[in-house]
């Protein structure tokens, strides 16, 4: 079982910068691939990041390539979310998961079992 905490969110304008917090709870946490995802009012949630459960592997969505930067401190339970040049199109709730064991991670939600209560994160033009 794991219990996921985000933090870090805020309001900014574009152009700024904001770093995501995920605090986990539970001893399995370095064995799970690990996703951040996100909802817009009205809209489906979307893959935004993943990493592998040894942090070897990410993957990003194409609308965050080069711009966001998905990282753990396994010995820390924690995940991140190195958000840069943000845009007001990346306004949304953020959300972090835990997703397969020993696995690279997904685009998918349905692989991810665990998910924390989200943060807003609101980019102003």
């Known amino acids: 079982q794991l219990q996921l905490v985000e933090s870090g969110g805020g309001s900014v304008q574009a152009g700024a910068s904001l770093r995501l917090s995920c605090a986990a709870s539970?001893?399995?946490?370095?064995?799970?691939?690990m996703g951040w995802f996100r909802q817009a009012p009205g809209k489906e949630r979307e893959f935004v990041a993943a990493i592998s459960w040894v942090g070897s592997v990410t993957d990003y969505a194409d609308s965050v390539e080069g711009r966001f930067t998905v990282s753990r401190d396994n010995p820390k339970n924690m995940v991140y979310l190195q958000m840069n040049s943000l845009k007001p199109e990346d306004t949304a709730v953020y959300y972090c998961a835990a997703g397969r064991l020993y696995s690279r991670g997904t685009s998918d939600p349905n692989e991810y079992g665990f998910w924390g209560q989200g943060t807003q994160v609101t980019v102003s033009a």
């Open positions: 539970g001893r399995t946490f370095s064995r799970y691939a």
